[in-house]
């Protein structure tokens, strides 16, 4: 938490071009899922950088529930899809659950290239696409 872009609004500096494996200008927040989940052991995905890559690999691999069927759990991966201003799909975002309530829908999340850095922040089941547990 608290790495950040550099210069701000790059998607570059020296963290981030680790997370991304040495490429840097890229938004990078699949390359942060990815380089955290090699950090703590064997990936099972290797390294990805694109949200629709790795939404597609949970969902080859049955690891990928559908939003509206997930129940949330410290270390799943969330996706999220992110449209441009006429509706077309034009990317998506991912991160980490920390913890999950299920009264309210809200997830405490740790996710990378937010405002520019890794941060803690939020998302709703109302907000994602779906989770990969792994």
């Not at 969902?59 to 949330?72: E, I, K, L, S």
């Amino acid at each position: 938490v608290g790495v950040r872009e550099d210069p701000p609004g790059s998607n570059d500096g020296p963290r981030v071009r680790e997370y991304q494996r040495g490429s840097g200008g890229n938004a990078w927040c699949a390359h942060f899922v990815s380089w955290c989940v090699a950090q703590a052991g064997k990936s099972p995905f290797g390294h990805i950088g694109l949200v629709a890559d790795l939404r597609r690999w949970g969902q080859q691999t049955g690891r990928y529930t559908p939003a509206a069927n997930a129940v949330p759990q410290p270390g799943d991966i969330f996706t999220k899809a992110r449209y441009d201003a006429t509706g077309k799909l034009a990317g998506g975002h991912t991160g980490f659950v920390i913890e999950f309530d299920p009264k309210t829908g809200r997830m405490r999340t740790v996710e990378g290239n937010v405002k520019d850095d890794v941060r803690i922040t939020s998302q709703t089941l109302t907000t994602i696409d779906g989770i990969i547990r792994l």
